[in-house]
């Protein structure tokens, strides 16, 4: 059973920037609308690592209410398309409910859904109990 | 991030802070003169082995540890796996590793 964790109406550039700032990834192609034409892409992409901190978050929230004592131990991604600067997106989850939470081999996936309703990433997370 | 501070006990920090330390990891492009504008992000991975606390210095050690390379083709493309492990006083407490595509290798 999948269910929603997040959704956002779209990032700004304005955000974008923002992050750049904070992470130190100054890729021009998030931000300067010429260089990303130049590069033959349609629009600003959204830092592949920034996607995958919201996610993290959104993972994080759901485990605080759910199961406040796990918490994740590893996240995994493969990006398989771009998200654009103000296009909505959406995180969902799908737990292994045939393993326990904390069983490293359980098959816990999360979608990074476009505006489209299409993968634009898929997480793989492992979850382990928090220190006491 | 959004934390809120009702989430936030104690002094830990969210263990997803670290993923904004990455200034080394840019230094590699640097180094290897790579265009980060050619750059696109494929996989990223994280092991948040020890939980982080207000105050703590971390060193992040990155490295190239993995290339491939297809040169002799219309579009010639590189990538490189790059793999960072996070210390507190010589303590690994995190590893990343991540693939970059790079584009038009040879321009």
């Known amino acids: ?132 | 991030m959004g934390y809120s501070e009702e989430k936030v006990h104690d002094d830990t920090v969210p263990d997803i802070f670290i993923a904004c330390l990455r200034e080394a990891d840019f230094k590699i492009f640097e180094v290897l003169d790579i265009d980060l504008d050619r750059l696109l992000h494929t996989t990223q991975t994280f092991d948040f082995m020890k939980t982080i606390f207000v105050g703590d210095e971390i060193v992040t050690r990155p490295a190239v540890t993995k290339v491939r390379t297809k040169l002799n083709s219309a579009n010639p493309f590189v990538t490189l796996e790059i793999t960072t492990e996070y210390f507190r006083n010589e303590e690994l407490i995190a590893r990343t590793s991540g693939t970059i595509f790079v584009r038009e290798a040879l321009s």
């Open chain 1, 1 to 132: 059973m999948r269910v929603r964790l997040f959704e956002s109406s779209g990032l700004s550039r304005a955000e974008l920037m923002q992050y750049g700032w904070i992470s130190g990834d100054h890729n021009p192609i998030h931000f300067d609308e010429k260089v990303a034409d130049g590069r033959g892409l349609p629009g600003l992409i959204v830092h592949g690592m920034f996607l995958y901190c919201i996610v993290y978050k959104a993972i994080d929230d759901f485990l605080l209410e759910k199961s406040p004592d796990f918490r994740i131990k590893e996240l995994s991604s493969k990006f398989s398309g771009m998200t654009f600067v103000n296009d909505s997106f959406r995180v969902e989850v799908e737990l292994d409910e045939s393993k326990e939470l904390s069983d490293p081999s359980a098959r816990n996936k999360v979608f990074l859904l476009n505006k489209d309703g299409e993968a634009n990433c898929i997480f793989q997370a492992v979850f382990i109990r928090r220190n006491p």
